[in-house]
């Protein structure tokens, strides 16, 4: 009996090497199915309706329509970075090179989305200081025209309004989490799975107290009144209140990135605990840390803006 299972595995064997064989010849390879094109079609629609509804001031649909995207996209990514033999992570998943490219086409469209909340807020701060006529005059030689805004518009100090120590300690602490990102697949690229599960949940620390600390700023201004919610905001002066309705667009979308990263971080370090990453293949790891490095490095220009322009 031990005879004939020892033949009928070999025979098995050899059937799958054949046919390997065959699919090598002929170029034949398993193709699996993506997420991306519907993907593409549904977040392209969900932020051309936010768009269009904040157009029309309805704020409330353009903030759901925007928080459906990123429930979509913290789905897609998710099941994007997942590679399909979780259970079997001796065998090799080859880099899929598309995915990669996809996801810095993501990235290109997030440059533009933040470089234009940037850069509203950066031509309003222009527009209501100083540098108003440095910019007048830039325009007029480059034959643009360029208007200041009201004279009664200030732009505030940032550093009477800000803490900029503290926020510098929450500024390093968020780009050592880079740093972490980084050891994490230097690790699993040498098959070190303990150094991967470490430096990871020192990413998702360090994240945490990076929003950790946004929220207790916000608590904070909220108190002190430099907060749209509070009802003796609107008793501020006019330059102020522009300021701070530039700082909270600006942080707010940052944080949700930051939010979402850490929900994804968390992700892969619950994989990797399970043991899913090899030096073989640690793609989501890297995909992930792709993101991650794109949302630290926003939020250096962010920063130097924000609270030290």
Known sequence: MMMINKLYDKDKVSKMATVEKVQEQHGMEEHEVTLWPPFLALSSGLVGLAILFFANDMIIPSLAAL???FVFLLVFIYHETSPRAIHR???????????????????????????????ISLDLRIRASGWAEVAAA?????????QRLPESVVWPNPSELLNIPLTSIATFVLILSSVFMVKAIESIERGNKSGLVRNLAFVVLSGGFFLGFQLFEYYQFFLEGHNPLHPDFASLPSGDQLFWATFYLQTGFHGAHVFFGLILVAFVLQKAIRGGYTKENFQGVELVGIYWHFVDFVWVFIFTIVYLF
């Open 67 to 69: 928080l459906t995207f």
């Open 89 to 119: 992570p001796e065998i090799p998943v080859p880099r899929n090179m598309p995915r990669y490219m996809w996801m810095w086409i993501f990235l290109a469209s997030e440059t533009l989305f933040f470089g234009l909340l940037i850069g």
């Open 138 to 146: 830039l325009a007029r030689l480059c034959g643009f025209q360029f």
